[in-house]
């Protein structure tokens, strides 16, 4: 996608964000560290940011924006799979931030 993107639109900045922490699952009884393929979510922000870096991109870091394991039924609906109005809003204010700090 960035490769496509980069070859569509030289000139244009893009942008990728990290997933949401989950660093705490392991902790918890029946919800895994890691996805189907055991992959954690640890390791697929690290291939973000080296696919990122690769292509170019800026890093928008949602892995600490303060949604966590812990937290995510206040913040998150379908079981953790994406973010309500408020945890919307949370998204939104890091993205905001990271662009007016840094662009």
């Not at 496509?4 to 009884?29: H, I, V, W």
């Not at 949602?62 to 919307?88: E, K, R, W």
Request: proline fraction near 3%.
């Amino acid at each position: 996608m960035l490769y496509k993107a980069s070859k569509s639109y030289p000139y244009a900045r893009k942008f990728c964000c990290t997933n949401l922490d989950d660093t705490r699952r392991e902790t918890a009884g029946g919800y895994p560290s890691e996805n189907s393929n055991g992959v954690t979510t640890y390791q697929w922000n690290q291939a973000i940011r080296e696919v990122a870096d690769a292509m170019g991109a800026c890093i928008i870091d949602l892995h600490s924006c303060g949604i966590n394991y812990a937290n995510c039924t206040t913040f998150m609906v379908d079981g953790g799979t994406h973010p309500n109005a408020t945890g919307q809003q949370i998204i939104a204010s890091r993205v905001i931030s990271n662009l007016i700090a840094n662009y």
